[in-house]
């Protein structure tokens, strides 16, 4: 009976879907295991074949818990808001949802048909009104609560407010913006209304505030770091520029040190923990004020619209004790304070400065650490010890986001002021003994000595840093501080396709709609494009007001600022919905709560969350995040979401490319390039064969420009193209659709060659002329079950060699399964399936838990053979092998049986035979027999366990 894939696939695919055969439930005596994938973008391409990798891997895992008597959660969603749909949209003026639900629709079809255990009870699609709800609703959480420092927890708005009317805010030790101003509960309780709404902005975890944002003029929308490449946008490598714009922000920063202790918890790689160690960013320093000084003083202060603390400059360093080594400061071009301090003779200079430095992106700047640019404000700050003036710089190697946004430079003891200095002539003291400031890097080195200053002369360096912090908290020139790197996270987007904000404004200041009315459904518009005024996208509804009598959004004309309010414009980022998903995932079907407390106390949060290692610093940081907050406001009992997290590598596609003359229409084979000036051009793939010969014909008409071109090819008139191994992509054209490869091999083979090319984590090349060898092998374990063409399997008890064949098989396979180790397991199923056709196994004994054992990797075909052994429940229900050490252990060996040292022949014996015994058996084979000849052997040597030798 032939191995017909397509028909058994198709069969079981159905099968599952019928019966529902993978979903979980949320009450049950089994243990609980929950395995979760970073969800897909539903792009227009759908997938190729480096996709399903991580998709793969996750899904043995689960099958094996499944069969191992686990209650198992394997969801599947879609992360379906974003910037990809409302391009398209723009493009092509379709609504987004409708893109975005074809889209879907092709996923899950090519998800199905690779054979995934996905339980699509509890799909979510964070665009679907019904899951943004609840993203809506956590936003109004967070807007409702403030950070306890003290208790280092987030606690409830309105607990605060009790504090303000009670004893004002001078004991509150919270996670605030730096311009909160002190006041009395007195104060606090004569305060309007208003004023007390901006005060509390100043405290919620999600605020408003005017931010250094990513603008891209062209897509009309703020960008996050990750979206930015070499100063360009990712998609459409549009020019980026620094902007600053009425924001919302959250207030991660606030979660730092939880976020670092965390991840000590976590069973992640160290690599992975590393890199959100980095971006967290902690250091230990102190604060300094340097108040500023002379004419620049007297010209800030007769600017009202300054508070106290913004006439002076803040500096936050790990390394206060070398504040005598300070000759200059340097402020982010974009620093508040630059326009104010500026003087009329360096204004033009400035202006163009912070211009130019506005269309570097901030890792553009980061990463450049050869250019030395810079210039001078005019302006003059006061050292807090000598009194003495300090010029203020500004030099795009600050950032606005990092610190304060300005240092204050010593030259002496850190190579890039050191640098500035030098390329500015900016003079340069030297605080330390022995010290060589041209190398200009040793202050890092603890114990330096300090000796220019009577103040800390003679002192090391714990001793200066201590002495310097108590120094500036005593006169109130700064504290002492500890730093991170990681910043608020910028939470508007000038979107359309986005989750809409549930807020209203009146008087400018934002109203939270009450959660009952959520969701608040995004509105049709005529255009995606911002306003022609510079609005985002939502400007161009025409029904986008709250009606707060009636509860519901009306038209925009109906605004009367009495009852009727303007909505909020901008939408939220797509990390909004990816944030808490897999929460969501444990209750999908609630409409009462984003999750039930039962439901979350019973699956606690993510067993193994296996995806890209690209999201190291933007998703898994927020989810953690999202997660801890919840925690705190006790929705939720764990604080941290993934327990386990594995990084797959990439598949990497082979790109092909054909060779044109430089200024030539003339295309030349590969081994014909020689020494010429060519262009290399991408080909696509299905135009070559195995042998790396190009369809020249279907070239031609695939690319038109080509048509009349010349081509020089080799003697035999092929045309051979070059080959290089790149990331996938469909602008490279070298995509493989795993929905080719089902239909010629089979899912069981495309999930089995998946696993085959590589360990997990590494990036690995596909090549699809080595599919077939994983192929034959499913077609050799077919046969195993079949005599010609007919399924044969024997009752009879299996040989020794043939359960020790499955039992080391079984020990391997599950060490393997347990490791993430799936490449070495297909090896091991292939040694056991050529093992037992060598030994004519098809004993049942064998060849059902053989069926089991491979189901997790190829589940169609295990289903198929699992069936026809007679069983009527779905192999899923079978219980996993147990491997029997006793089956491994030799009872026998097979000894060689030489004649003056010369083998002759072998014989099976027992290992526990006596000498005596031994030498009896061998004596009396009638091969011993003839090889003597009638001859009386000397000596007969045994050797047990190793050698019988008879000596003639």
């Known amino acids: 009976m032939s191995y017909n894939f397509n028909e058994i696939e198709a069969k079981w695919q159905k099968y599952w879907a019928e019966n529902q055969t993978f979903r979980a439930s949320n009450s049950t005596d089994k243990p609980k295991y929950y395995v979760l994938d970073m969800f897909p973008y539903p792009s227009g391409a759908g997938l190729h074949v480096g996709h399903p990798l991580g998709y793969i891997a996750s899904d043995i895992y689960a099958r094996y818990k499944r069969h191992s008597g686990f209650n198992v959660l394997h969801p599947q969603g879609y992360d379906s808001f974003g910037l990809p749909a409302e391009q398209y949209a723009i493009q092509t003026g379709q609504h987004p949802a409708l893109t975005t639900a074809k889209n879907i629709k092709r996923y899950r079809e090519q998800l199905d048909k690779i054979g995934f255990s996905f339980d699509w009870s509890r799909e979510v699609r964070t665009s679907d009104p019904e899951y943004y709800k609840w993203t809506q609703w956590i936003f109004i959480q967070l807007f409702e609560s403030w950070y306890d420092m003290e208790a280092e927890k987030s ?8 504090v303000f009317a009670s004893e004002g805010n001078s004991r509150v030790n919270a996670a605030c913006d730096d311009d909160v101003e002190e006041f009395s509960a007195d104060s606090w309780n004569n305060f309007s209304s208003e004023e007390k709404q901006r005060i509390f902005l100043k405290y919620r975890l999600t605020y408003l505030a005017e931010t250094e944002v990513n603008w891209c003029p062209q897509l009309g929308t703020v960008l996050a770091n990750d979206e930015i490449v070499n100063g360009v946008s990712e998609r459409g490598g549009y020019p980026v520029v620094r902007k600053k714009m009425m924001q919302w922000s959250m207030r991660i920063s606030a979660f730092s040190e939880r976020l670092l202790q965390g991840l000590d918890q976590l069973d992640w790689t160290e690599s992975l923990k590393e890199s959100q ?5 902690k250091s230990v320093g102190a604060m300094v004020h340097f108040n500023l000084y002379g004419e620049t003083l007297k010209k800030v202060k007769d600017d009202g619209s300054l508070s106290e603390h913004q006439k002076r400059i803040s500096v936050f360093t790990t390394r206060p004790d070398t504040i005598f080594g300070v000759s200059f400061m340097t402020l982010a071009p974009e620093h508040d304070l630059v326009k104010k301090i500026t003087t009329p003779q360096q204004k033009e200079e400035v202006e163009a400065y912070v211009a130019a430095s506005a269309k570097r ?15 001078f404000t005019g302006a003059y700050a006061e050292h807090p010890f000598t009194k003495e003036p300090v010029p203020i710089w500004i030099g795009d190697y600050v950032l606005a986001g990092y610190g304060t946004g300005a240092v204050m430079a010593v030259p002496c003891g850190d190579q890039r002021d050191y640098d500035f200095a030098k390329h500015f002539e900016i003079p340069i003291p030297n605080i330390f003994e022995n010290a060589d400031i041209s190398e200009a890097a040793f202050s890092g080195k603890e114990g330096t000595v300090i000796t220019n200053s009577d103040f800390l002369s003679g002192l090391e360096y714990k001793e200066a840093l201590q002495k310097v912090i108590l120094e500036l908290e005593k006169t109130g020139h700064g504290y002492g501080k500890t730093n991170y790197r990681l910043r608020d996270a910028v939470f508007s987007r000038q979107r359309y396709w986005g989750e809409p904000f549930p807020v209203y404004y009146v008087n400018g200041m934002p109203q939270i709609i009450d959660a009952q009315h959520l969701p608040l459904r995004l509105p049709e518009v005529e255009k995606y494009l911002p306003t022609e005024t510079g609005e985002p996208p939502l400007g161009n509804a025409t029904t986008w007001a709250w009606d707060t009598k009636s509860n519901e959004v009306v038209r925009n004309k109906e605004i009367d600022d009495k009852t009727v309010f303007p909505l909020e414009l901008n939408t939220m980022p797509g990390w909004a919905g990816s944030s808490w998903y897999l929460f969501r995932y444990m209750d999908a079907g609630n409409d009462n709560e984003f999750v039930s407390k039962e439901a979350q106390r019973y699956w606690e949060n993510v067993d193994l969350y296996i995806g890209g290692s690209e999201h190291a ?9 999202w997660t801890k907050f919840l925690y705190d406001r006790g929705q939720l009992s764990v604080e941290e979401p993934f327990k386990k997290l594995i990084n797959q590598g990439m598949i990497l596609g082979q790109s092909a490319f054909v060779y044109r003359l430089e200024g030539d229409n003339v295309l030349v084979s590969k081994n014909l390039v020689g020494k010429n000036e060519v262009q290399p051009i991408h080909v696509d793939v299905s135009l070559v064969n195995h042998s790396d010969e190009l369809d020249i014909k279907g070239f031609k008409e695939w690319r038109p420009e080509f048509k009349d071109a010349k081509f020089l090819t080799e003697k035999d008139g092929s045309y051979i193209v070059g080959r290089e191994v790149e990331k996938m992509s469909k602008s490279k054209y070298n995509v493989v659709n795993p929905d080719d490869i089902c239909e010629d091999y089979g899912a069981d083979t495309l999930r089995m060659y998946e696993m085959f090319l590589g360990p997990l984590e590494q990036a690995k090349p596909w090549n699809t002329a080595g599919i077939t060898g994983v192929h034959n092998f499913l077609k050799k374990l077919w046969k195993l079950y079949h005599s010609g063409e007919k399924f044969e399997v024997s009752e009879e008890k299996a040989s020794a060699d043939s359960l ?27 040694i056991c399936v050529n093992e037992l056709s060598a ?16 189901a997790p990797y190829a589940p169609h075909i295990a289903e198929e053979l699992w069936s026809k052994l007679g069983n009527s429940e779905s192999i899923v229900t079978a219980t996993y092998p147990v491997f029997e050490e006793k089956y491994l252990v030799e009872s026998t060996k097979n000894y060689p049986i030489s004649f003056n040292g010369k083998m ?31 001859r009386t052997p000397k000596k007969v040597i045994v050797v047990p366990g190793k050698i019988v030798n008879i000596v003639g």
């Open 155 to 162: 606690r409830a708005i309105s607990e605060l407010e009790e």
């Open 277 to 281: 160690r980095n971006w967290i960013g």
């Open 361 to 375: 992106s901030e890792r553009e700047r980061m990463a450049d650490v050869k250019s030395i640019t810079g210039v």
């Open 617 to 625: 610093t933007g998703h898994l940081l927020y989810s953690r995040f």
């Open 804 to 830: 020790k064949t499955l039992h080391k098989t079984i020990k391997k396979v599950t060490e393997d399964i347990e490791e993430f180790s799936f490449n070495t397991s297909v090896s091991t199923f292939m």
């Open 839 to 854: 030994q004519k196994c098809n004993s049942r004994e064998v060849l059902e838990p053989l069926a089991i054992l491979i």
């Open 904 to 934: 002759r022949f072998t014989m099976e014996l027992p290992l526990n035979m006596q000498k005596v015994e031994m030498e009896k058996t061998v004596m009396a084979d009638e091969r011993t027999q003839k090889q003597l000849e009638g």
